[in-house]
């Protein structure tokens, strides 16, 4: 009975001792692990495999003195970039009326670095539907279809609400703060809107008008609203300005504003908000573009237009 009573212990004591061992071997792992990849190694990566890719880019509007249309190849983000950009000079480029069963022949400028037809020849109208065809030296094609947005509707647009308010203390860096609440009535389906306006204010002494040039709306293009059929556009702006006739602003008189209503529709959006967010930012990330081109050419065909109005206040 002693004899086994040993034996056991002398057991159970071997199993304490081979886990303490594991225990031991693996913080031994562990440690060399840590060590090991806490430890600095040269490594030379290859950068991403670049494919050279044509891009079309072009704007159309019934404000520009033609059809302007730019064709170049992508250029690589990795390695050496300081080549100069590659434009395509020898492709065939139309633009078509849909509407109008009408078309014209861009020809390349070298002096723009782009194909164009002045609108005395070829004039883009409004509400007209039109297509870019782009026919390549190797018999690639590639065209998109865009519709130029029609301006007069953009005409409808009334002052709901206003408030101006004026902080004359001196703890005012902006003394001349102001809220508009406006919307349009019939915008066009599918197209975004941004209207952009400065104050009109008048001196009730002299009845002259004043446009308080610093008192403008806000100009990101991410503010701006894209339009659906039968419902209206509501917009809320305010902001703060310091005016150089702040000091008098007191006695004026808020009249309306002066607007300039920009309609385009969604290929120039994803283009403006690109451009916004790029702008001047040296460490700006390569931003992935949309676009309508057909046939895997990169790029779009797009259309805008504006107009200037007078919105009086109610």
Known sequence: MKVELINKTMKNQSIKWGKVETSVVFFIALMFAIFISGCEVDATVAPPAFEKKPIVMSYISTKDSGVRVRIAYTQPYYGKIDAPIEYVKDADVWVVDITDRDSSKLTYKLDEESYWVDSSKYKIQSKHEYRLNVLFKDGKITQAVCKVPDVNRATNWQIVDWALNIDTSSMAWAPYSWRISMQCNNPESGFYYQPLFDLIVEDPATSGLYSLLEARSWDDPSQSLLATEGVILPVVARGRTYDPRSVDVIKYQFKGIALTNWVYDKYFQYQYLAQYS?????????????????????????????NEIMVMAP
């Open 278 to 306: 790029d702008e001047s930012n040296p460490f700006a990330e390569p931003i992935l573009l949309h676009g309508n081109m057909s046939n895997e050419v990169l790029g779009f065909f797009s259309a805008y237009d504006f």
